[in-house]
């Protein structure tokens, strides 16, 4: 019945570790997206796909590189993780149709960094 | 570039109507979007803004006014659940349903 998901919930790892996030969406949406949330929660996006292709990546690091094995998945992968990187990770979707481009979020992954 | 503003922090009692300002300026208007986020969760959709005017649904309204790169989100009855923060968002036109948030308003409502 769930919306938007994202997996794990919370994610605890040390520094210069790699780890990903999945989200996925069963709303028959063609965009999906990522937003970082800091600390001061100031939501921020990150990395925008439209069927499956890039369309917006913000000044993020290399660090960060999202996949999207179909229209209905997005994941973040993250590389040699760094204390900064610490922060609430929000997945999103909408459709393409202006009318009804209400953004969906997911519950979040809290990534802590030690 | 966008440049969005909120207060940070507002505080209101139980049955009381509050009002939560947004200012903006953006090289491209393309609709303004509030979002509520209890402590803890995702933002949810509250309320979409492309033209002047009023919006309203229920307890929540929201206004804009496009030459004054102004929007308001009007809760009224206040209740102890509305205590979150509320997101003031901008679409700008690329395209593209980019949204580029304000860093919100904790509102606290209290007894």
């Known amino acids: 019945d769930t919306a938007v998901s994202q997996t794990p919930k919370y994610l605890v790892t040390q520094m210069g570790n790699d780890k990903s996030i999945k989200c996925e969406q069963n709303l028959g949406h063609d965009t999906m997206y990522w937003y970082k949330q800091d600390s001061k929660k100031f939501l921020k996006i990150m990395f925008s796909y439209n069927n499956k292709e890039l369309i917006i990546n913000e000044t993020v690091p290399n660090r960060f590189s999202p996949k999207s094995p179909d229209k209905a998945h997005l994941n973040l992968h993250i590389n040699s993780l760094e204390l900064g990187d610490s922060a609430v990770y929000f997945c999103a979707s909408s459709t393409r149709d202006r009318a009804t481009d209400t953004q969906y979020f997911g519950p979040g992954t809290r990534l802590t960094v030690l | ?111």
């Open chain 2, 1 to 111: 570039g966008q440049n969005i503003d909120q207060p940070t922090e507002m505080t209101a009692t139980e049955g009381a109507i509050v009002q939560i300002n947004c200012t903006y300026q953006t090289s491209g208007f393309n609709g303004l979007f509030w979002y509520q986020q209890h402590a803890g969760e995702a933002p949810t959709f509250l309320s979409y803004n492309v033209l002047d005017g009023l919006e309203e649904k229920g307890r929540f309204s929201s206004f804009l006014s496009r030459s004054k790169g102004y929007s308001y989100l009007l809760l009224k009855e206040l209740q102890m659940k509305d205590s979150a923060s509320y997101l003031c968002a901008v679409r700008e036109d690329s395209g593209y349903s980019t949204l580029t948030f304000g860093k919100g308003t904790m509102l606290l409502v209290s007894p």
